[in-house]
């Protein structure tokens, strides 16, 4: 039996029919740019979300973008990021015109602490992104003390995160504002990109509302520069359709990860991902530490098995981030990291035979017995 890392079909299968009625409903009118069904989405899920503002935008990179370039900070202020995430959150803040300045992970958690992002700030400090990676919200309460006293704007990155819970709140929640994915493999993933960013202040949010489309409120009167970063009323059409899921996907792909704990919990060689008190994870991805992580994964290939290594080289090491000066050694949990994580597959409906397939060939690898 092989095992994919990801499999979409299943998830669209079950759902086909009320996705169909849902797209029915946008061709029946032919509105497709924003209207009732986005105004909808937005409504919904800053409910999930437990956010007063949300607005939806065309991928997950722009609901990082948008909102740090309405922060409208003077060229070259710095934004603190985590070298170990996925390349858009730098990318997000380069783009804005500002400059990102990285910074370390806790090696358990693989998040962003008030300790790996203190070192770091400065008086030009404007705002601090921290990831949620994985599917586990960071310890915000000592992120937020730190960014109060400091002045600077909290940005949560969520996309992998939604519906992920902590003691301060729900992902997107808690900073000043989150951003969150669509793309098709994240929890709530739609039939194309769309993103969405939460607020909890109608400022920044006005702003990128007008952003969104070209800086205005009123059509040709423009009172910034803006872009087309709008959300198609489709793919908040199938949002919509599944967000009434999300919770049992989310639980479904919480079994397979208490799953992979049991089955795995007395192998050595690797740890498993953990969960931090009073947090509850929505894995994203199921994510272990491995001895000789290339050697297994090129063993689980072999096998039919699918795995995803995220991230294989930290951001202040990337080519195009040179002239910022980073040196190798210089984030040293990031870089041991990006050497021995490897994640397996964890998608809702992979199911338990599958799961112990995978955990099996683990075990397998490292030498130990089959349960
Ligand atoms: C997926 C992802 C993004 C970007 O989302 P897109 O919709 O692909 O643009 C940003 N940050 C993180 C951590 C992500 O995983």
């Given amino acids: 039996m092989s095992v994919t890392f990801f499999d979409l079909v299943d998830q669209y299968v079950s759902i086909a029919d009320e996705v169909h009625e849902a797209i029915g409903r946008v061709l029946s009118t032919q509105t497709f740019i924003m209207g009732p069904e986005v105004a909808a989405l937005e409504e919904e899920l800053g409910q999930y979300v437990g956010a007063d503002h949300a607005v939806a935008v065309a991928s997950g990179t722009d609901a990082l973008l948008l909102p740090l370039k309405a922060l409208e900070a003077d060229p070259g202020a710095e934004v603190i990021i985590p070298a170990f995430t996925f390349f858009a959150t730098a990318g997000a803040v380069w783009n804005a015109g500002l400059r ?87 929890n709530l993933g739609g039939f194309g990109d769309g993103g969405l960013t939460t607020f909890s202040d109608s400022l920044v949010a006005d702003r990128v509302r007008k952003m969104r489309v070209h800086g205005g409120k009123k059509m040709y009167h423009h009172e910034m520069v803006g872009t087309n970063s709008r959300l198609d009323a489709l793919q908040a059409a199938v949002l919509r359709v599944k967000l009434h899921h999300l919770d049992e996907w989310i639980q479904a792909r919480r079994g397979n990860a208490d799953r992979y704990a049991d089955l795995l919990a007395d192998v050595g060689e690797i740890s498993l991902p953990f969960v931090a008190d009073g947090h509850t994870h929505a894995y994203n991805q199921f994510t272990i530490r491995a001895e000789r992580r290339d050697e297994l994964r090129a063993f689980l290939t072999e096998r039919g098995i699918g795995s995803g290594v995220y991230y294989p080289l930290g951001l202040h090491l990337q080519d195009c981030f040179s002239s910022l000066g980073y040196r190798p050694g210089d984030l040293p949990v990031t870089e041991s990291l990006t050497s021995d994580v490897l994640s397996l597959p964890i998608f809702p409906e992979l199911g338990e035979e599958r799961v112990s397939r995978v955990a099996e060939a683990v075990r397998e690898f490292y030498g130990y017995s089959s349960e």
Avoid: W
């Fill in 100 to 186: 990102p300045v990285f910074c370390d992970v806790d090696p358990r958690t693989y998040n962003v602490t008030a300790e790996t992002i203190a070192p770091h700030v400065t008086e030009r400090t404007v705002a601090i992104v921290p990831v949620h990676l994985y599917g586990q919200m960071a310890e915000m309460s000592g992120i937020m003390e730190l960014a109060r006293a400091h002045g600077a704007f909290v940005l949560e990155d969520c996309a992998q995160s939604i519906g992920a819970d902590s003691p301060e709140g729900r992902a997107g929640s808690v900073g000043d504002a989150g951003s969150f994915s669509f793309f098709p493999t994240k």
